[in-house]
């Protein structure tokens, strides 16, 4: 993914879920069903809440490698933590077992399942495996996440185009509850007109992390070169959706200003591509996170802080924090201050 504005020659993609997959007239009235959300509620959790664009979000998701999305139920059927129950516990579960033996770092959610409840979606491998049960999981998470092979179990199908992946998880956060049906209503009057629905899958997602971001979003499609990325966005609105279509999935091309980062992405190449699309320095960023079963999590974490610096000597460790440049200038007055009196103190003891 890049800043530039070279564009793509065309879309190619293919249809996902055929048989399966509804009309885009039934997604449309399904949606519109959800979102029946009062008008008076926008501005405490919508799109009018006062901190929608409160917060620099560029680079504000952890360096990770790989997204695991479990096809489970509805979000009207998710708790909060969806995460401690059925298949998604016990993904997150082995996931957290052997997150030290993972050939990367590996984000874990659930997607809505649309009749197809059991089937994982892997990415950027662009891999779906059909039918994954309890009893699977195990050695799914050993071969596939661990070894890097097939899985043993069930089917598997490549999979191509675009994926979109639209936060609604109402239980979790309401502002997600609000923001997530409109925008995907959004989405799909604007690939209905746009003759896309064969080529791009939306489904609703469980929640992505910082609650205060949303509308949240991730999209995971190839860029200029063909290579899949997963980006994520924040603060967005309706209004956004034409300009992800043209602009990100059409074109490759970065939205900079409700960007929130890339999977794969150290921080430094982060950083990097905030720089050479001439983003404003990040000061930081604040917000909620959930945390998963064990200590699983598909979030981001909350503001990050600065890692102590281990000195170790013979005997003994300490840990310390740096300090900042307004500490540094005061300790530095404190200790002219002391200088200055006890110099006074030697001159006064010595002329008297």
């Known amino acids: 993914m890049h800043f530039s504005s070279k564009s793509r020659n065309s879309l190619s993609f293919s249809r996902f879920e055929s048989d399966k997959k509804p009309s885009l007239t039934r997604q449309m009235a399904e949606v519109e069903n959800m979102n029946s959300v009062p008008a008076s509620e926008d501005t405490e959790y919508g799109f009018k809440r006062p901190e929608m664009y409160s917060t620099n979000i560029a680079n504000s998701i952890t360096s990770y490698g790989r997204h695991v999305f479990v096809l489970y139920k509805t ?33 874990l959610n659930v997607c809505e399942g649309g009749g197809s409840d059991g089937d994982v979606l892997l990415f950027p491998d662009m891999i779906r495996y059909k039918g994954v049960k309890d009893t699977d999981v195990e050695g799914f998470v050993e071969d596939v996440l661990v070894n890097g092979k097939a899985s043993s179990s069930g089917s598997q199908e490549d999979i191509s185009g675009t994926f979109v992946f639209v936060c609604t998880h109402t239980s979790r956060d309401k502002r997600c509850g609000v923001c997530g049906p409109v925008i995907l ?32 979003l991730i999209i995971f499609s190839p860029d200029s070169v063909g ?14 959706v034409p300009e992800l279509l043209d602009q990100h999935i059409a074109k490759g091309e970065i939205i900079q200003r409700i960007w929130r980062g890339q999977m794969g ?14 983003k404003e320095e990040s000061k930081g960023f604040t917000g909620g996170c959930c945390k998963g079963t064990k ?12 890692e102590p610096i281990k000195k170790e000597g013979r005997k003994c460790t300490i840990w310390f924090q740096p300090l900042d440049k307004e500490e540094f200038y005061i300790g530095a007055a404190v200790v002219g201050a002391i200088a200055t009196i006890a110099m006074a103190y030697t001159f006064f003891r010595r002329s008297g």
Not at 227 to 240: A, F, H
Not at 295 to 306: F, I
Request: hydrophobic share 25%.
């Open 227 to 240: 290579k899949i990325t997963g980006n994520w966005y924040g603060y967005v609105t309706p209004d956004d």
């Open 75 to 107: 979000p009207e059927a998710w708790p909060s933590h969806v995460e401690e129950q059925g298949l998604p516990q016990r993904f997150a579960t082995l996931l957290n077992d052997r997150k030290s033996d993972l050939l990367v770092q590996t984000k």
């Open 265 to 278: 992405l150290s921080e430094a190449e982060a950083e990097k591509m905030i720089t050479n699309g001439n």
């Open 295 to 306: 200590g699983v999590s598909c979030c981001q974490e909350e503001t990050p802080k600065p």
């Open 185 to 216: 209503e959004r989405f799909q009057k604007e690939i209905g007109s746009r003759g896309l629905s064969d080529q791009i899958t939306l489904k609703r997602c469980s929640h992505v992390g910082q609650h205060k971001y949303a509308g949240n």
